[in-house]
T-cell receptor
Framework: KQEVTQIPAALSVPEGENLVLNCSFTDSAIYNLQWFRQDPGKGLTSLLLIQSSQREQTSGRLNASLDKSSGRSTLYIAASQPGDSATYLCAVRGFYGGATNKLIFGTGTLLAVQP | NAGVTQTPKFRVLKTGQSMTLLCAQDMNHEYMYWYRQDPGMGLRLIHYSVGEGTTAKGEVPDGYNVSRLKKQNFLLGLESAAPSQTSVYFC??????????????FGPGTRLTVL
């Protein structure tokens, strides 16, 4: 059974710091991995999608990497800003009895960027 | 484009009452999903659909029914609400997995309380 873990559960950093959020998964047979951002009381915003054949994706100050063999992904945020404060979720899509339409989510990392 | 929209945003039900949550997307996506989000449990897939007229069960389908009569709409029904169904419900949509840019896009959520 696929399990997705995000450590730490919460992180507080001063503005301007570069930071790394971690995501690990137990079954390396994934189709893709997606990083989301969730603001309090809001829906999920897709940040980056990495296909299983890719090793990284970049969007602005965000860079996500994927190491399938070790079951890990990292989200790197450069020059953090108070507006980056949110919960960050990773989710993997795998081959669960042929049903590749299911995303398995981690429970997220709550990020607070202090001004 | 509005993306993925959900109605209602909030609802309070009494045990045993029924209701329908509506999800609409204007991105011409084939796939649509219903998730629930509970504290400490992450997001879990309830039901999904890979096209108009088709539905399938996810991880936690009991107590829910769905219908996809039109490509742009995906309805989630609770026939007899129970307190255990108190949750935040999210709808999502995506392109088929065989196509690029197949990330899932989420709606803003419906906060449901069952008394």
């Amino acid at each position: 059974k696929q399990e997705v873990t995000q450590i730490p559960a919460a992180l507080s950093v001063p503005e301007g710091e570069n930071l790394v959020l971690n995501c690990s998964f137990t079954d390396s047979a994934i189709y893709n991995l997606q990083w989301f951002r969730q603001d309090p009381g809001k829906g999920l915003t897709s940040l980056l999608l990495i296909q299983s054949s890719q090793r990284e994706q970049t969007s602005g100050r965000l860079n996500a990497s994927l190491d399938k063999s070790s079951g890990r992904s990292t989200l790197y945020i450069a020059a953090s800003q108070p507006g980056d404060s949110a919960t960050y979720l990773c989710a993997v899509r795998g081959f669960y009895g042929g049903a590749t339409n299911k995303l398995i989510f981690g429970t997220g990392t709550l990020l607070a960027v202090q001004p | 484009n509005a993306g993925v929209t959900q109605t209602p945003k909030f609802r309070v039900l009494k045990t045993g009452q029924s209701m329908t949550l509506l999800c609409a997307q204007d991105m011409n996506h084939e796939y649509m999903y219903w998730y629930r989000q509970d504290p400490g449990m992450g997001l879990r897939l309830i039901h999904y659909s890979v096209g108009e007229g088709t539905t399938a069960k996810g991880e936690v389908p009991d107590g829910y029914n769905v219908s996809r009569l039109k490509k742009q709409n995906f309805l989630l029904g609770l026939e007899s609400a129970a307190p255990s169904q108190t949750s935040v419900y999210f709808c999502a949509s995506s392109r088929p997995l065989v196509l690029a840019y197949n990330e899932q896009f989420f709606g803003p959520g419906t906060r449901l309380t069952v008394l």
